[in-house]
């Protein structure tokens, strides 16, 4: 995984061809660019000697600790160049996955850097960069060198008469002419010509470096499928926290609601049994205050079931089920659902929940007057999105269920984007993978 820092815009009078030639990026790059080829050098000649030593003595089954070798000196030139490139090109590459083995010793130790891909991309990142940065530096170099010298002409142009007896700085010569440029319009000239490659050297070094910020971040980081791996794990742990999360939450809900009132029912149909025969007005009493309680409780289990999986969902879809749930908002909600197929269960649920929650913002916190939610797909995406008038000011960064609600939705490859604006309105979309 690859991340650009340190490249802020800022709000500038100068021009930016203007800045470029003395804006710290640019020599941090052109430092990089110089930098590059005595260290490539020494990258290819361990590279190329290593594996070409290790692959011809491969017959003698002597090579293949030798290569193995070569390969992990090559992964630590690739963390030196990760170093570098953080500190010169403000690209952050993260490391690729270290070399395990399964078993304790060398031979397995040989076997997995053998196997590792990321091995290999830094042994063809030692090979391919060395011809790279010697292009690199013959360009970038000549064309800074010359440039500020050509710039400064005026100011060293009086070294030529004084210490060579020439007129200044010779452009052409031969056995019988030459040409020097030692009048104001040429020395002008010169300076001209200086200043236009002043300023166009440091966007040659930004284009270099950034062929070296590919071969970093192509090279020397995790593979696509480590970088997946990673996020699935990531993504399991999000989905495990917010399974447990579930779990807690409906376990307090039934020892808090249902559960709390069916013990106060049992304990008072209890005294009303004790008190049948005494006195049957009394034990009336209670048991239809027992009766409504049951009511109570089998409401709140109905509820408590609706959050876990509602039978609306399951039976009549995903129109009926947000339907449902939009009745029960504080505002009025328009729904709209146009979707050619039921999606798989999975992400069914998903949707519900992820549009249920958000209405529930709306009712608690929106102070709004109407809301809409409208779901639709796009060729292998489903798309919802939530708007309400209300009063704005929504962030998922601000630690709130929003925040929460977008690692639900990224650990199933979907995304959460909200709009609100202080004063309003709120559009919050959401996107989820299709699954038939």
Not at 30 to 50: A, C, D, Q, R
Not at 162 to 173: A, D, I, S
Not at 176 to 182: A, P, Q
């Amino acid at each position: 995984m690859a991340t650009d820092y340190g490249m802020r815009t800022r709000d500038h009078r100068m021009p930016a061809a203007l800045r470029a030639p003395f804006e710290g990026r640019t020599w941090r790059e052109f430092g990089y660019l110089m930098l590059s080829l005595p260290l490539s050098i020494v990258l290819f000649t361990f590279g190329i000697t290593l594996f070409s030593v290790g692959v011809g003595l491969v017959i003698t089954f002597l090579g293949i600790p030798v290569l193995a070798a070569g390969l992990a000196m090559c992964r630590g030139f690739g963390a030196m160049e990760r170093a570098r490139a953080r500190a010169l090109l403000r690209v952050d590459v993260a490391a690729p996955a270290p070399v395990r083995a399964r078993t304790a010793g060398l031979l397995p130790w040989v076997g997995a850097v053998l196997k590792s891909g990321a091995s290999w991309r830094h042994l063809v990142y030692s090979l391919v960069h060395f011809p790279w940065a010697v292009f690199a530096f013959c360009v970038s170099l000549p064309l800074w060198l010359y440039g500020w010298a050509m710039f400064t002409y005026p100011l060293w142009q009086w070294v030529f008469p004084r210490y060579t007896g020439q007129g200044g700085l010779q452009l052409y010569g031969d056995t019988s002419h030459r040409i020097y440029l030692d009048n104001p319009f040429e020395i002008t000239l010169t300076s001209l010509s200086g200043l236009l490659l002043v300023l166009a050297t440091p966007w040659v070094i930004r284009g270099l470096s950034s062929v070296d910020r590919l071969l970093v971040i192509g090279l020397l980081g995790p593979s696509r499928l480590d970088t997946r791996v990673t996020e699935l794990e990531s993504d399991r742990g999000v989905v495990v926290d917010t399974a447990a999360a579930d779990l807690r939450r409906i376990e307090r809900d039934l020892h808090d609601g249902a559960q709390a009132r069916l013990v106060a029912l049992a304990m008072d149909l209890g005294l009303a049994k004790e008190k049948l025969t005494a006195d049957p007005e009394a034990a009336a009493r209670m048991v239809d205050e027992a009766h409504g309680e049951v009511k109570i409780a089998l409401q709140e289990l109905r509820d408590l079931a609706r959050g876990i999986h509602p039978a609306v969902l399951t039976d009549r879809g995903l129109d009926a089920a947000l339907s449902a749930v939009a009745s029960r908002c504080t505002v009025p909600v328009q729904v709209e659902v146009d979707l050619p197929a039921r999606p798989a269960a999975a992400i069914e649920g998903i949707a519900y929940f992820t549009v249920s929650e958000l209405l529930q913002n709306v009712s608690k916190h929106a102070r709004a007057t109407r809301a809409s939610v409208d779901v639709w797909r796009v060729e292998n995406r489903i798309m919802l999105q939530v708007a309400d008038d209300g009063a704005g000011g929504a962030d998922t960064t601000a630690g709130s269920g929003l925040a929460g609600l977008a690692e639900r939705l990224d650990a199933v490859d979907g995304l959460l984007v909200v709009d609100s604006p202080v004063g309003g309105p709120t559009t919050v979309t959401a996107e989820l993978p299709w699954r038939d």
